[in-house]
């Protein structure tokens, strides 16, 4: 009887340690989580299968076509409905593509607009854009270095695997 009280104890006290991340997380802001908090929530079987759940139901709404490809998918995270899952990186990639869109200056500036309009609060200066396309260059320019170094490693690696 005391072997399976001390059992029932440890395993309590390892359910609360494991879940207590997560209801710390679940307490915080999206800003304030943790990547570990985030990729730890993204991976998390019953959170997945939420967002999956959640996905459908809205593809549902937009017709049987939408709802079929949404059946389909396997892992979804959507900022709009769980922005706390969002990695930064993420962030920063779709703003890039999006409001530094370098083919479709319309489709870059109607981005702009909506960061803006959904931003209001944090009133951005008038030169937030062009101060930002500052970083985004420096960001472009180590990003194509990246790519050229590893178009050459790849080229060396082909090379010597072929003698």
Same mark, same amino acid.
């Given at each position: 009887?005391?072997?399976?009280?001390?059992?029932?104890?440890?395993?309590?006290?390892?359910?609360?340690?494991?879940?207590?991340?997560?209801?710390?997380?679940?307490?915080?802001?999206?800003?304030?989580?943790?990547?570990?908090?985030?990729?730890?929530?993204? !991976?998390?079987?019953?959170?997945?299968?939420a967002?999956?759940?959640?996905?459908?139901?809205?593809?549902?709404? !937009?017709?049987?076509?939408?709802?079929?490809?949404?059946?389909?998918?396997?892992?979804?995270?959507?900022?709009?409905?769980?922005?706390?899952?969002?990695?930064?990186?993420?962030?920063?990639?779709?703003?890039?593509?999006?409001?530094?869109?370098?083919?479709?200056?319309?489709?870059?500036g109607?981005?702009?607009?909506?960061y803006?309009?959904?931003?209001?609060?944090?009133?951005?200066s008038?030169?937030?854009?062009?101060?930002?396309?500052?970083h985004?260059?420096?960001?472009?320019?180590?990003?194509?270095?990246?790519?050229?170094?590893?178009?050459?490693?790849?080229?060396?690696?082909?090379?010597?695997?072929?003698r």
């Open positions: 009887m005391k072997r399976r009280l001390v059992m029932i104890n440890v395993a309590f006290f390892a359910l609360v340690a494991n879940f207590a991340p997560a209801v710390a997380a679940a307490t915080n802001a999206a800003w304030q989580w943790t990547a570990e908090q985030r990729i730890k929530s993204r !991976s998390d079987p019953a959170s997945i299968e967002r999956k759940r959640t996905h459908v139901q809205k593809a549902a709404r !937009s017709g049987p076509d939408a709802e079929s490809n949404a059946v389909k998918l396997v892992y979804v995270v959507d900022g709009s409905d769980t922005p706390e899952l969002m990695l930064p990186t993420e962030l920063w990639r779709f703003l890039i593509v999006s409001a530094f869109d370098s083919t479709n200056a319309e489709a870059a109607a981005w702009r607009a909506t803006r309009n959904r931003s209001a609060n944090l009133a951005l008038n030169d937030f854009w062009d101060r930002v396309a500052v985004v260059a420096v960001y472009r320019r180590a990003e194509d270095e990246f790519a050229d170094a590893l178009q050459r490693f790849d080229r060396v690696a082909a090379e010597r695997a072929q």
